[in-house]
């Protein structure tokens, strides 16, 4: 979560007026929902890649870089966010902490 943490700074200072030391309550809410959801689109094909591994029976993949391959060969791009919805939901609604 340290991605998320800085992501959320970063949206902070650019959001709150100058001599403020905090944001407002809307302001933090905005940050920490945009950094969820970015810390969402980094973590979710990295999360992908390590189902797939722990969920196979036989070794149909031999590593990390073979199983991002063949997703990308076969499923593309969406292959890496399957079933990501819901957790992006949760994300943008319960990152503000």
């Not at 722990?54 to 031999?62: D, G, I, L, S, V």
């Not at 870089?65 to 919805?85: L, P, Q, Y």
Request: aromatic share 16%.
């Amino acid at each position: 979560n340290g991605w998320e943490f800085g992501i959320y700074a970063v949206l902070l200072n650019r959001m709150k007026d100058p001599g403020a030391d905090r944001g407002t309550m809307g302001q933090q809410w905005i940050a920490g929902a945009l950094a969820g959801l970015a810390t969402f689109v980094v973590a979710t094909p990295q999360e992908s890649i390590k189902v797939r591994v722990q969920a196979q029976y036989t070794k149909q993949y031999e590593g990390t870089f073979r199983i991002a391959a063949n997703v990308w060969k076969n499923e593309g791009i969406r292959g890496f966010f399957i079933g990501a919805a819901p957790t992006a939901i949760s994300r943008f609604f319960f990152a503000n902490y």
